[in-house]
């Protein structure tokens, strides 16, 4: 293949989905992997689709949109261990009527959540501590495997015609009369007009190639505990208050020259029992660069946050760890749609922890932008160009 309609770089959950959109539109597709499918934050993080209840109206209208696309996947017969039992949200006891008064405006809102007192939650969750005098239920709140989300999405892309090309990395990009020409890769030169970047948190050197030397986005790192299975310790997936903190601590993060600036690490307990048995149990937030390696300190830090929730769960081995990169962007929109700024280049990238919730509607919103097609939601907000990037 030495020509494309589009050409998409990154092989996650955000290349995978766009390729897919893109090929069921009858475009030519051609999608760049520079390592394996899923090698990047995809195949790196939790399982939850969700949203979070604290968030802006705008966002929780992102995210239930997003959950509508997991429902209409699973209903095609697609799977990708979409399941949603809901998720359970607590806090400190002097939290509860903040939390409480936030489920009443999300029913307003037609959002189906309960607030469960003591009694109901040791019925519904034995094992969580007993110091705990209740907890939000959110029934929306799903999960799935990210990484089947990834093959089969591929695979349905490949069934409309997407080549899939791993092991082959975007080295440059041809601009001639002032918008994209092609894409050069280590394995040749594709020519086309219009180049996808959804290379997570490297999207920022990818923008680099095609003259966009500062595309704002950065990895935010993440670590994860995977537990042994043990059946029942948990029957849902359960988190903490703590965590929309977090995220909205790291979102107040001072930007210097070189990106977002180290601050104290976010830590909460997000604990999601996996079909397997198996219990992912996360996460932590913080600015390293690229770095990967797995800290006992932070994992330490999670486990010791999990089992203030969960405390049998001291009892069970932890199997693996590991930490990914979360593709950040300051003002906690991704950047989704094209630029003026370097005509052919479409972004859908910078989704920090929200990345496999918000894939299918991103290929969506990308495909609609793409077609001259209304969007189903404002994207507006998520205009790459709300930011300078040349
Ligand atoms: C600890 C942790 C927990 C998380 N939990 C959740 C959760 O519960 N729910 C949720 O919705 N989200 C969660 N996320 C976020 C989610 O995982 C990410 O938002 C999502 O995976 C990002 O997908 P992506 O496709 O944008 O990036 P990635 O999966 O990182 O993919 C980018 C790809 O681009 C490739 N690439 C880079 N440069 C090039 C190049 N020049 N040429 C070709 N290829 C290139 C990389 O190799 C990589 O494979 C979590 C993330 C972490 C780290």
Known sequence: ?????VVIVGGGVIGTACADALAREGLQVILLERLGLAAGASS?????????????????KFDLAAIAEYRQLAASGVHVDYHCDGALLVGEPTEEPRIRARLEQLRRMGVACDWLDAAALRQAEPNLSPALTGAALLHDVGQVSPMRVVVELTQRAARHG??????????????????????????GRIATRRLVVAAGAWSRAVGCLAGLRKVPVWPLKGHVLVIEPAPGLLRRYSTETGYEAGVAAIRQSAMGEAGPEPGPPQVAAVLQPLPSGQMLVGSSREFAGFDREVSRERLAQIAGRACRLVPSLARHRVIRTYAGLRPWSPDGHPLIGPTQQSEGVFFATGHAGEGNTRALIT?????????DRTPPLDTTPLAPDRFVMN
């Open 44 to 60: 790196a993080c939790q399982s939850g689709i969700g949203y979070g209840p604290f968030g802006s109206d705008y966002d929780l």
């Open 1 to 5: 293949m030495n020509s494309a309609d």
């Open 363 to 371: 290929a969506r919103l990308v495909a609609d932008l793409m077609m």
């Open 162 to 187: 997407a080549h899939i090309e791993t092991n082959t990395e975007l080295i440059g990009v041809e601009i001639a009369a002032g918008r994209v020409a092609a894409a050069v890769t280590t394995r």
